[in-house]
C-alpha cells in the first residue's frame, strides 16, 4: 500500500501561480501512476493531470493543458503540479491518487485509483 499527503494549496488571485506536491510513503513510490483530480462544492471529482511510473508519460485534461505542468521526484517520494495562470474556475479541493503501474494512465476516471490522498484546498479570487 501506499498513502499520500498532499500540501501546497492556498488562495492566490487569478494569473497567480501554485505548485502542490504529492508526498508518498509506504511501498516502493515508482511501482505506482500517480493522478491529480479536483472537486469543486456542488460538482464530481474531475481529472486534472495523471504521470506514469517513470515520469516518461504525462496526460491532461483540455481546462488545464498548457497551463498545468505533472512531475515526479521519485528520490524524494513526491508529485508535483505546477498551476500557472490560474483562473476562479480552478477552485476546487485538489486530491492525488495512486494506481499501480500496470494500469494505464489514460483511464482518467476516480475509479480506476486505489489510493487517495486526503485533498488540499485551492481558492483563486478574480
Known amino acids: 500500500q501506499v498513502q499520500l499527503v498532499e500540501s501546497g494549496g492556498g488562495l492566490v488571485q487569478a494569473g497567480d501561480s501554485l505548485r502542490l506536491s504529492c508526498a508518498a510513503s509506504?511501498?516502493?513510490?515508482?511501482?505506482?501512476?500517480v493522478g491529480w483530480f479536483r472537486q469543486a462544492p456542488g460538482k464530481e471529482r474531475e481529472f486534472v493531470s495523471a504521470?506514469?511510473?517513470?515520469?516518461?508519460?504525462?496526460y491532461y485534461a483540455d481546462s488545464v493543458k498548457g497551463r498545468f505542468t505533472i512531475s515526479r521526484d521519485d528520490a524524494k517520494n513526491t508529485v508535483y503540479v505546477q498551476m500557472n495562470s490560474l483562473k476562479p474556475e480552478d477552485t476546487a479541493v485538489y486530491y492525488c491518487?495512486?494506481?499501480?503501474?500496470?494500469?494505464?494512465?489514460?483511464?482518467?476516471?476516480?475509479?480506476?485509483?486505489?489510493?487517495w490522498g486526503q485533498g488540499t484546498q485551492v481558492t483563486v479570487s478574480s
Open positions: 509506504g511501498r516502493t513510490f515508482s511501482s505506482y501512476a
Open positions: 504521470i506514469n511510473w517513470s515520469g516518461g508519460i504525462t
Open positions: 491518487a495512486a494506481k499501480d503501474y500496470t494500469r494505464t494512465i489514460y483511464d482518467s476516471t476516480p475509479a480506476s485509483y486505489h489510493y
